[in-house]
């Protein structure tokens, strides 16, 4: 519910101006009797989070956490009016972006809210409550709990939207004097799909569950409880949902007419594609494949067909995902670090038909243990821990390990042997000092982000932390002035040529920490404003890392050219490119887009997103590409992505293993209104 939000009307939306942010010794301090929770993860701990009422009946919130090297410190100020809505919030405090500085007040009639991505107002008519870009959770809990009195569990939202209810599942959590009945519920309009929020018996709220979890003190080891029980009880809605948008056909079925990608190669206009039983059996000139009579056509005419795409990054959140994914063409993801138990129990209950989804390839994600663990590690505190984790990755059913920043350098070599010995591929961030080269003399068979590929030429002072901020702050101030055709930098790429070590270079990624001030319309969103509710699309002006002082926005652009030359340079040479967003996959296509962008042609870029990464993970004889015998995983796209990779966006029907759906539907499924706008 605390994801990054979006203005009502875009209208309203002006670039805020960044601030001084208020020095954390003047944040607010939490007092005896607050209420205190634990922001963690399976990893550990991240950070502590507070909320109390003042004497003068003002909600207090403070929050400090350290998430992989990006800190976190807030507070928050909030007001009641007559209605019981808020009438007046003030943030203050900073975050990686910069000033967390914040404000909403009702008055005379009018509403006006300022926060890091935009300014606007709009008339305050009824009862309304305001919900934060940012802010500590006291501001998300104190909204559950005026949701939750509601009589209809119903709320009119600002800057826009309507939020609601409903039960989702309890549970029982502590021993003796703290034993206490919790309930999860569902909340919708906030974000996309919904969000479970715990709440206690009075209807205040108790905890947030999920990759990060915000837990009362007292009661941390309820959090896999808690887990558990909402993930159960969502798993049933999404059993019910598998028979309405999947469909199996009766007989086999003839893509016409349309233009197709084949052989992860070419496009080839005027072709028939005929499915029978999971598996593409003709593929040709349409006057010359041979169109059964019992056969279910799908007119292809101004269309394109290409295979199911592919996302090499993809932290699948929950069960709700799946349908969203698939909405957008995706049928396979990469999923580089999750919550292991739920990452393979969404497997399993996909291959008993009860999840709707993509078909997911994990990896287990191992760390060392420290203040910028990465959430949802496995974390290894020695040599013979890391054996033990990639062997419990092995057993456990996962197909890789992904190394993290935390992890000894020390260890790569063994581990990373092991992993080999398994059958298991290593992939991953790279160890605090250590450089890609060196992470490859032990053993990756793939580097991940691209500006761990750029770490190569970055200072001794970068490499040694670079398992915080530095992995990005490094690049951003020097990566502009490296020279990809010289030392060091020339001999990585042509190793990684030589080795086939594969990037995952999330250029999408990069892009939005780089170039965008707080305020400015993601490129990789602005097709999709207008789709989605307004709490989400608030996000799309998210601002990139706050530039330090001695460089300028335009340096940290500058840098971000740099590391989408180095994708290019690694591409001409032959080193192998998966496309990955690390995000919620919308941003898939405009991944695709950086690369036409940096010189892939669009058939190099849509093979990206395809047969290469299908190679990656040894699945290429089966599927990720248009060929006889291959399984059918295929989308047909209003649009011509041969001329405008861009219209890959534009799903029309979706078929995976054979079976069909019908994009609209998936969308609404997945909480996306409508087809995204066509962009130029």
Known sequence: MRAPLVVFALSFALPCLAGTP??????????????????????GKHGTSARWTAADGTHMGRESMVLRGQVFEMDSAATTGGDGMFNHVTIRGHIPQGDAAETFAVKDGTATWTSQVDAGSAPYKAAAEYVSFGGPMDLTADMLEKLLASPSKSMALLPGGQAHAEVLTTATVGEGASKKKVTAYA???????????????????????????????????????????QSDALALSSKALVPKLLKTPTGPVAFTNVRAFLDGTHFADGQTVLVDKGVITQVGAAASVSVPKDAQVIDGKGKTLVPGLWDSHQHVPDDAAGPMLLSLGITSVRDPGNINELTMARAARRAKGELLGPKVYPSSLIDGKGPNTAQVASVATSQDEALALVRKAKADG????????????????????????????????????????????????????????????MPDSVVKVSNGMARFEGPGRYAKDVDLTKEPMKSLIASMAQHKITSDPTLVVAESLYVPENGDLSPA????????????ERGFRQGGFAVPKDLTRADYRASFAKLQALVAAMHKAGVPIVAGTDGSGLELVRELELYVQAGFTNEEALASATLATAHLVGADQRTGSIRVGKSADLVLVDGNPAVNIGDLRHTDVVMMEGKLMDANALRTAGGISKRPAYQD
């Open 22 to 43: 208020t020095p954390t010794e003047q944040l607010a301090t939490p007092p005896s009797n607050a209420q205190h929770f634990t922001i963690m993860s399976t990893a």
């Open 187 to 229: 909340i919708t309009g906030i974000a996309n799909t919904p969000i479970p929020v715990w709440a206690d018996a009075s209807g205040k709220f108790f905890a947030f569950v999920d990759g990060l979890s915000w837990m009362p003190v007292g009661y941390e080891s309820a959090q896999p409880v808690l887990e558990k029980a």
């Open 398 to 457: 996962f197909d890789a390990i992904k190394i993290y920043g935390t992890f000894n350098p020390a260890w790569v070599s063994a581990t990373a042997a092991e992993a080999h010995r398994l059958g298991l591929h290593v992939h991953g961030h790279l160890p605090a000092g250590m450089r890609p080269s060196e992470a490859i003399a032990d053993g990756y068979d793939e580097i991940t982000h691209i500006y761990f590929v750029m770490m190569q030429a």
């Open 525 to 536: 969103y602005a097709p999709f404003v207008g789709t989605l509710p307004p709490a989400v």
